[in-house]
């Protein structure tokens, strides 16, 4: 390790431009003569629009245009797509209703895309939006996931039940047969509370039409841009893909959602042609609400089997997904292959058997957020985990521990199959930095002074490194999931590393080029990590599923190989030696037992000017590119310990400690690996308890700001204590199984065990707000509430 | 339209605006001076806060008009050329940030709780004080000890080492 390889906690080198007020997000890009994008929304949850009348707000001032679906229809541009067919049980192919960027004939949920207005600037348009007249006849609505199978409102006639898909996996038969013998069953009925992602940069777009080469730009805020060209290219056919480029400048964040294809950048890269002039759109908060897809939103009734001997022998759960009024880009996957084939969590379970419905409501779409279905098994399984210890009468962890699988690689009954790691290691390490045996005394310390205390743990399992596309594609995935690399070095040996992961926060341009560093033997400062335009990278699937370390950074990795060993090539001829006697080390091509070397910036000249190998059968030129596509999933793991304090008065809970013990393999850098933990886990905190997202029954959304849906601020956590194990991945080349999303995963089960703890019962949904705690409370002492 | 003229990182300026103009647009739009984020609309996030006549304030919600002669200090100002001011080292030092997006609201608050509350902040104080800013990406733990450590050095006093 060099001081800025792996393993080191370099310092970031992107933050200088962050810090300085430089950073270049979509919204801070002014192009020539750009006009200005609102959105007419429905403020209807379910209507039929009979008219819409624009005469009044064309005439306002600035306006330039005012577009509805009847003009997207006239222009042939297709609707959005889901890009994962998901068949139900009975092999029929899930039914899907059509998703047009402004609404054709109907809006589906409050925010809906009715129309658009361009204007000379933002506030003309939005003045304007607000003079579209509107003639909608309102129909009854179906917002809860519960109730939305078989509700008297349609949402779309494709679904007449609002049923998307009846999934299923598992062994049904063994799974009931396991049930049938079994010495103990807990039920539990849990709610995976909605939520709305709300990275602070809202998205935000600009599109662009050159009449000169008839080529467009679309200037977005994407996860993956690559991605987003295809979709809008050959799906929704706004231009042939060679002629649209698609650029993510910075990125404010996105955690799932913006992978997404979304009406407004399709609106606003169709509108630049037509308006002549670049259309540009920034989403306010409160349509970020509106329109953002949601996450989670599960409805589930879990079940747990165990032997005499407390080993867990079946698992099975029956789940009621809300999808929202639209199915969008990868929102089939999310509750199916990304939720069910975790069910297995930690531990040996022989049968399991999962059954999902996909239903239609009139909200938002749901989609992928942080940990996307992989935090709703988790839950499920670790509430069922602690809550059978408990039944039980065991120790929580000890049950664990007992029922941990111990040996690799093992084969779930739920597809995965889990290469390697050493889960009761993690559990020991975090059950000593949490200080478990001092819990005793810190709950009578609380007691004493009127206080519930109790400790809750989250043993997590998570399926990252998304993904072997073979794989994925026979469950139905429209796309591969490798990941693309160019790694091109210049005549003075500076090196441009060309990438199809994003970031937007992980800090990518510093852990790349740690990598190069160590592989090339090169300073962090002659590296360039290029990423987010589709003119510059040739193609790339982004940055979501903890993908970048282990995808991204292995198809570098391959290229690097390939450009040493080109560079050996160059090194043979310039220092007059064969091929196999060159061996590269620390940063030098050197011929084996000799002293004479080449410095990798010496060679890379050499390969440029050519004068030592001209006529010969090498080329020219030190660039490499490779693709890599992951042979397994990777399964990062951990246990996260959650100890919390609750007023009985008021119901508050303050989390008093929180520790995370994470196996991710090998780490690039712990400090940003770190900083990831930190960020997931104040997600699965808020998650847990204040975040989420309502609608009433007429389907508005009750929760449509910050003064409404409470977001953790720091005064709501604690300093966190992280440690790390780690058994690398065995599956690619630099042992990585990825670090994003494993707080979001682990820390909704860890709070809600402890506060359940606390409680003395199991009576509590998320998010347990202090309203839901102090209810609670009461439950639990209904002697004391009558006094 | 309304005349309007303030100092902004210590140079005059003077615009013609639309009256409705807030201080974040007009920052952003007239000045190019796009470090001020906006984050929510609502006062909330705290994205856009810059400081005026020395004291933080949210650029989303004041009119650039309520800042007509006032000294307003914005994140690209806060840098002395090419010296970073401790508290913008301190976020780097401590990877106080991810996306970047607040960073420029959460430096210039930092900033002004130090100058107010002085160099020893307290892990309570920084997070009850940091209550009008919102992060997503950090979960808050290394912003803490960012906001603790440029506090200290803004007043000549050394950092501490490398973020836990």
């Known amino acids: ?787 | 339209m309304a005349i309007v003229s303030m100092t902004v990182n210590g140079k005059p300026v003077t615009a013609d605006i639309d009256p409705r103009t807030l201080l974040t647009q007009f920052l952003r739009e007239h000045l190019r001076l796009t470090g001020t984020h906006v984050g929510c609309d609502t006062s909330q996030c705290g994205a856009c806060v810059v400081h005026m006549n020395g004291a933080a304030v949210k650029a989303c919600t004041v009119l650039a008009l309520q800042a007509d002669g006032a000294d307003v200090l914005t994140i690209e100002g806060l840098a002395q050329g090419s010296e970073l001011h401790p508290m913008q080292a301190a976020f780097r030092e401590h990877h106080g940030l991810q996306c970047g997006y607040c960073t420029p609201g959460m430096i210039m608050t930092a900033v002004d709780m130090a100058n107010r509350l002085g160099p020893d902040l307290s892990e309570e104080t920084i997070r009850s004080e940091l209550e009008g800013n919102i992060c997503r990406c950090t979960g808050y733990h290394n912003i803490v000890r960012a906001v603790e450590a440029g506090a200290r050095a803004m007043a000549g006093q050394p950092m501490r080492e490398a973020a836990e």
């Open chain 1, 1 to 787: 390790m060099t001081g800025t390889g792996i393993g080191a906690p370099v310092r970031r080198k992107e933050d200088q431009r962050f810090i300085t007020g430089q950073g270049r997000y979509t919204d801070d890009l002014a192009r020539p003569g750009q006009t200005h994008a609102a959105f007419v929304r429905s403020p209807h949850a379910h209507a039929r629009i009979r008219s819409i009348d624009t005469s009044a707000a064309s005439a306002m001032p600035g306006v330039v245009a005012i577009l509805t679906g009847d003009d997207l229809a006239a222009d042939k541009i297709g609707g959005l797509i889901c890009g994962w067919m998901i068949h139900s049980k009975d092999g029929t192919p899930m039914k899907a209703g059509p998703h047009p960027a402004l609404a054709q004939g109907k809006v589906r949920y409050v925010g809906d895309h009715v129309a658009v207005v361009i204007a000379e600037t933002f506030a003309q348009a939005r003045d304007a939006a607000e003079t579209v007249e509107v003639d909608y006849e309102p129909l009854a609505a179906v917002v809860e996931t519960a109730k939305a199978k078989g509700a008297g409102a349609v949402v779309h006639d494709e679904a007449p039940d609002n049923l998307v898909y009846e999934w299923h996996l598992g062994d049904k038969d063994a799974t009931e047969a396991a049930f049938a013998r079994a010495k103990h069953v807990t039920r539990l009925d849990i709610t995976n509370n909605r939520l709305i992602p709300n990275p602070i940069e809202t998205r935000a777009a600009i599109g662009e039409y050159d009449a000169g080469t008839g080529g467009y730009t679309l200037y977005t805020t994407s996860q993956n841009p690559h991605v987003a060209r295809l979709v809008l290219s050959a799906f929704i056919g706004i231009a042939p893909e060679h002629q649209l480029r698609v650029i993510a400048p910075d990125v404010g964040g996105g955690f799932g959602s913006k992978i997404f294809i979304y009406a407004e950048e399709t609106v606003c890269v169709w509108a630049a042609k037509k308006v002549g002039r670049p259309v540009k759109w920034t989403s306010d908060r409160t349509e970020a609400f509106l329109a953002d897809a949601h996450g989670r939103d599960h409805v589930t009734h879990a079940e747990m089997a165990v032997d005499e001997n407390a080993r867990i022998i079946g698992l099975r759960v029956h789940t009621t997904a809300n999808l929202g009024a639209y199915l969008s880009t990868f929102s089939s996957s999310v509750p199916t292959y990304l939720y069910a084939p975790l069910l297995s969590g930690q531990y040996d379970i022989p049968a399991i058997y999962a059954e999902v419905d996909g239903v239609y409501t009139n909200t938002a779409p749901v989609d992928a957020y942080r940990g996307a279905g992989r935090p709703e098994a988790t839950f499920v399984v670790e509430r069922l985990v602690e809550v059978t210890a408990r039944q039980l009468g065991m120790d929580p962890a000890k049950f664990r521990k007992k029922n941990y699988i111990k040996r690799f690689p093992h084969q779930t009954p739920v597809i995965m199959n889990y290469d390697v790691g050493d889960y009761a290691a993690s559990l020991e390490k975090a059950m000593e930095i949490a200080d478990v045996k001092g819990f005793g005394r810190r709950k009578r310390e609380s007691a004493k002074r009127g206080k519930l205390r109790g400790i809750g743990y989250s043993s997590y399992i998570e399926a990252c490194g998304i993904a072997p596309s073979a794989a994925v594609g026979a469950l139905g995935a429209g796309v591969g999931l490798w990941e693309s690399a160019e790694v091109r070095v210049n005549p003075t040996g500076s090196i441009e590393v060309l990438t199809g992961s994003h970031s937007h926060g992980q800090g990518h341009e510093t852990t790349f080029a740690q990598l190069v560093s160590d592989r090339l033997g090169v300073s962090i400062d002659t590296v360039n990590i290029v990423h987010g335009d589709t003119d510059k990278v040739q193609f790339g699937m982004g940055t979501y599923g903890s993908r970048s370390g282990a995808v991204g950074m292995s198809a570098i990795t391959k290229a690097i190989d390939k450009v040493i060993a080109k560079g050996k090539k160059v090194a043979a001829y310039a220092l007059e030696a064969s091929e196999g006697d060159i061996e590269f080390e620390d940063g030098r091509f050197k011929v084996a037992g000799t002293d004479r070397s080449l410095a990798f910036g010496e060679v890379a000249l050499q390969a440029y000017v050519a004068h030592k190998f001209s006529g010969q059968d090498l080329e020219p030129g030190l660039k490499e590119g490779a693709f890599y596509d992951p042979t397994n999933f990777t399964f990062p793991a951990g246990v996260h310990i959650c100890e919390v304090e609750i007023d009985p008065d008021t119901g508050v809970t303050r989390i008093e400690r929180f520790t995370a013990v994470d196996d991710f393999g090998v780490v690039i850098n712990p400090m940003i690996v770190e900083g990831q933990v930190h960020g997931g886990i104040a997600q699965g905190v808020g998650q847990a308890l204040m975040e989420g997202a309502i609608y009433d029954e007429s389907g508005q959304l009750v929760t449509a700001s910050y003064q409404d849906y409470q977001m953790p601020r720091a005064g709501d956590l604690p300093s966190f204590q992280i440690g790390m194990t780690s058994t690398p991945c065995p599956s690619n080349p630099l042992g990585i199984k990825g670090c994003g999303e494993a707080g979001a995963i682990a820390a909704p089960p860890a709070v809600i065990n402890a506060i359940t703890d606390a409680l003395g019962h199991e009576e509590i949904a998320m998010p347990a707000t202090p309203q839901a705690v102090w209810r609670a409370v009461q439950r639990a002492r209904p002697a004391m509430a009558a006094e």
